[in-house]
Structure formats: structure tokens, C-alpha cells
């Protein structure tokens, strides 16, 4: 009985020492957030500070930047994910602005202010149907999104270099491009045909194959659904 709990040092993790990173990106799926400019144009800014529950978001946000400005003026946004096919239009927009002048804490990194960024990437917008913003056509996942709320983030921190805030929003439509989705249930996207984008510390990423089968996966997709939004806790996932 005792030996069923010894350490597995086969699979061990090698020892782990204190260190001091710069920043804590472990990796998260890219964003592209396209915004409305106080003059009707729009932006569009890559992101991969975001984390999703049910039919919301988390961003996390430089204060000082365009689309924080264009999100607490507007209330809307929308969350464009790209897949690895859209890497160089993403890469594109790095060390880009919105903002005129550049924000000072931006300036020593070699920003630059790009008014069109829909154009400097080579995506193309395209109207959203319940908010103002628009998509980015060629990526896979769209997701049109409302303002619920705003907070200071990192506030006492001195590890954080500048203002953030983690900015909620509510999901209000959802537009996926139909190869990513299951052959048997069209509202479902297939985890292994949606290939998204990943940064890890500061470098662009993609998935791999399957690792393992999850026992989470194994009960209706349905049940994450609030009650009223079912169809029946027996629609196969």
C-alpha cells in the first residue's frame, strides 16, 4: 500500500530554482481587438492578456492605450481571433499605435502610430451585426462584444511598470468560420480543427496534436449553457 505513493521519479520534474523574469506571459491565445477611434475609424490592436468563462472575457490592458480609450467611450469591441495563418498580420501591427502622440511609456519600445492598421496588417473589415466595430474577415473566430466592467489592475504592484486595467466584457455574438467546426453539430467548433494562435513569452506559437483524452469533454457541452439558453441537456456536444 505504502508503495503506491512513492514519488514517480521516472517522470520527475527536474529541480526548480528562483528566478526573475521580466514579464509572466506563459502563453495565451492572440487576440486582435478592433475598436472604433473617436473619429469613426477603426483600430485594431493585438492582445494576448485574455481568458474566457462561459460567454465573457477578461482583457488585460495597457491604460494608455488606443483601444482601452475606444472601449470605455463605446462600450463595444470586437475579439478577432487569428489562427497560425494569420501570424504575419499579426506580427505586422507589433510595436503599433493608435494613439497620437505615442504614449510615453511606449515610446522607448519603438512604437509608432499607424492610423490604418486594418490596412497595415492586410486584413479586411467587415460590418458586425449587434455592435459597431468591425471583424476581421480572414480570422476564424469573431466575437462581437459588449463593456460589463472595468477595473485598475496591478494597483500596490511594483512589478507593474504602468497603469493596466482588466476589462470585462460580455460576448454577444459569436462568428466562426465553418471549416473549424464539427461535421456533426455546426455550433460546436472541433478542437482539432481550430488551430488559434499562441504567444509565449513574446514569441508566436501554435497547438500540436491531441496529448490526451480529457474527462471533461465527456458530458453534453450543452450544461455550460444557463438553462434558458439549452436546448436539452441531451444535444450531443
Not at 147 to 173: C, Q, T, W, Y
Request: aromatic letters at 6%; charged letters at 20%; one cysteine or more.
Amino acid at each position: 500500500m505504502l508503495s503506491s505513493l512513492q514519488p514517480d521519479t521516472k517522470n520527475a520534474t527536474p529541480s526548480s530554482i528562483a528566478v526573475d523574469p521580466a514579464i509572466l506571459y506563459m502563453g495565451t491565445p492572440v487576440v486582435l481587438i478592433s475598436s472604433l477611434n473617436d473619429n469613426g475609424t477603426a483600430n485594431l490592436a493585438p492582445m494576448s492578456s485574455a481568458w474566457w468563462l462561459g460567454w465573457g472575457c477578461m482583457l488585460g490592458l495597457n491604460g494608455s492605450s488606443k483601444t482601452v480609450e475606444n472601449i470605455l467611450r463605446t462600450g463595444q469591441c470586437v475579439l478577432n481571433l487569428p489562427s497560425e495563418k494569420q501570424v504575419s498580420s499579426v506580427d505586422r501591427l507589433a510595436l503599433t499605435t493608435g494613439s497620437n502622440p505615442v504614449p510615453s511609456n511606449k515610446a522607448p519600445m519603438g512604437f509608432q502610430h499607424v492610423e490604418d492598421k486594418f490596412s497595415l496588417a492586410g486584413l479586411t473589415p467587415i460590418d458586425s451585426d449587434l455592435v459597431a466595430p468591425p471583424r476581421a474577415s480572414e480570422c476564424p473566430v469573431q466575437l462581437e462584444a459588449e463593456l460589463s466592467a472595468v477595473h485598475d489592475f496591478g494597483v500596490g504592484n511594483p512589478r507593474i511598470r504602468s497603469s493596466m486595467k482588466a476589462i470585462e466584457v460580455r460576448i454577444v455574438r459569436v462568428h466562426a468560420a465553418e471549416n473549424i467546426l464539427r461535421e456533426d453539430n455546426k455550433d460546436r467548433i472541433d478542437p482539432a480543427k481550430w488551430r488559434p494562435l499562441i504567444m509565449s513569452f513574446r514569441e508566436f506559437y501554435g497547438l500540436g496534436s491531441n496529448l490526451h483524452h480529457s474527462r471533461l469533454g465527456e458530458f453534453p457541452e450543452e450544461l455550460f449553457k444557463p438553462a434558458e439558453f439549452r436546448r436539452s441537456a441531451s444535444t450531443p456536444t
